[in-house]
């Protein structure tokens, strides 16, 4: 049975969105255990209530060693200026120990991402969560473009080769769409398809 975490930062929600539709989508392949978990808000808590944080969120806060327990590890975090989210690259920066022992060589790694805008960085927020899978020895699996969802230009959608992505406008109003949240399943039940033939 592949074991698959869905790992999540999420700031207003778009991501703990995406992270449930990841899981979902994981949970279709027979035999997968599909956990998902968030990694702790570095945020004061009075700043991120003053700034309209989510804070209801209901995923368990993970542990870094927490990794070696999986076949597989889907991160989510949102783009911060073409980087992923501090709090995410806070809780990936202690994984040191794991990269000396190689805990995760093997294991499949695979990303999602949200931005403000259409070209608000999520290339290259991929390419630095994809640069920690890589030095732990993780294969990387992004959406491929059988999910053809992606490929509409009827509407302004998300998604990309790298990940499953969702745009969420300026002032974040804008929920994930059908399409995106499609492209979060389809990456989720890909990855966790792949887990169980390496590792089931």
Do not use: C
């Amino acid at each position: 049975m592949p074991k698959i975490l869905v790992l999540y930062h999420s700031t207003y929600g778009h991501l703990e969105t995406m992270a449930e539709a990841v899981a979902a989508g994981a949970r279709e392949v027979e035999g997968a255990v599909v956990d998902i978990k968030r990694v702790p808000e570095t945020v004061p808590e009075d700043l991120a209530k003053a700034s309209h944080y989510k804070l209801d969120q209901k995923a368990p806060i993970a542990k870094i060693d927490d990794l070696k327990d999986y076949d597989a590890v889907i991160i989510g975090a949102g783009t911060r200026f073409g980087s992923a989210a501090s709090q995410m690259r806070a809780f990936l920066d202690q994984a040191g120990g794991l990269w000396f022992s190689g805990a995760l060589i093997g294991k499949i790694g695979g990303a999602f991402t949200a931005t403000a805008t259409q070209h608000g960085g999520q290339e290259t927020t991929f390419q630095g969560l994809h640069n920690f899978f890589m030095h732990h020895g993780m294969p990387v699996v992004g959406l491929p473009y059988s999910y053809q969802a992606m490929m509409t230009l009827d509407s302004v959608e998300g998604g990309s080769p790298y990940g499953a992505t969702t745009i969420t406008g300026g002032d974040g109003s804008r929920q994930p769409s059908e399409i995106e949240l499609g492209g979060a399943r389809f990456q989720g039940k890909h990855i966790a398809e792949l887990a169980k033939k390496l590792h089931g």
